[in-house]
């Protein structure tokens, strides 16, 4: 069996290795998808639904960070259909989410033109600051749910296992099992989660208590 496959990239012949996303193809060719979840340090996990792109013959768009190129496939990665699908990953995303330190979701919503007051008056997700170790704070008021921290936090790296999802739909969230302070579990403070965090919901401490410094004082 070739150790390549062959795919049809936005109307171009693109070569890449057997076993390759779609994304993984594109960036070889030199096409940018944009991604929010997707972290080559971490498996990827297709939750953000960022990178979605046609696939000639599929019903639904698809994922291009957990799609496999396949011999003969035709992919396309712009379109009207895949804007409005990425515009509304950002509204729904820019509903419940401080976006303010996600640069990737930012540049994004520059570039697709994302109305982020469409959804606005939903539930936002204002979760208090978690301080409770000297290592680095928690402020999943900016999280976007990516899931790298806990991939991380598990078999992708660490195999600690101190974080994961918990609560469905929009409570769904990162937390530690049964909310216990991040000393009483199994968290080792490697740091690695702060290492991939793309949203500045996790920080080191110090960082933090600076930014806390530099804010306007309340009176002169
Ligand atoms: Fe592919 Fe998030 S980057 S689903």
């Known amino acids: ?3 390549t496959v062959h795919i049809t990239l936005d109307g171009r012949s693109v070569e890449t ?17 944009p991604t929010l979840c997707y972290d080559p340090r ?15 013959g599929a019903r639904l768009l698809q994922a291009a960070c957990v799609t496999r190129a396949v011999e003969g496939m035709t992919i396309t990665t ?3 259909r895949i804007t409005r699908a990425r515009k509304t990953v950002l ?10 330190e996600t640069p990737d979701a930012l540049a994004q919503i520059a570039e697709t033109g994302a109305d982020i007051t469409r959804f606005a008056g939903g539930r936002e997700r204002r979760p208090p600051v978690v301080a409770d170790n000297p290592m680095f704070v928690r402020d999943y008021a900016k999280c976007i749910l990516c899931w790298r921290c806990v991939q991380v936090c598990a078999d992708d790296a660490q195999y600690a296992f101190a974080i ?5 739909g929009f409570d769904t969230r990162i937390a530690t099992f049964f ?20 949203s500045g919901a996790l920080k080191p ?16």
Not at 42 to 56: D, K, S
Request: include cysteine.
């Open 1 to 3: 069996m070739a150790d």
């Open 17 to 33: 290795t057997r076993g390759a996303t779609v994304l993984e193809a594109a960036r070889q060719a030199g096409t940018e998808i």
């Open 91 to 100: 509204e729904m995303l820019a509903a419940s989410t401080d976006l303010s």
């Open 179 to 198: 909310d216990k302070p991040l000393p009483e579990t199994t968290c080792v403070f490697c740091g690695q989660c702060v290492g991939v965090c793309p």
């Open 205 to 220: 401490l110090r960082a933090w208590e600076l930014e806390q410094d530099a804010s306007p004082a309340p009176c002169p």
């Open 78 to 80: 712009e379109g009207p």
């Open 164 to 168: 994961n999802f918990d609560g469905r």
């Open 42 to 56: 971490c498996a990827p996990n297709g939750l953000c639904r960022m990178c979605v792109v046609e696939a000639q």
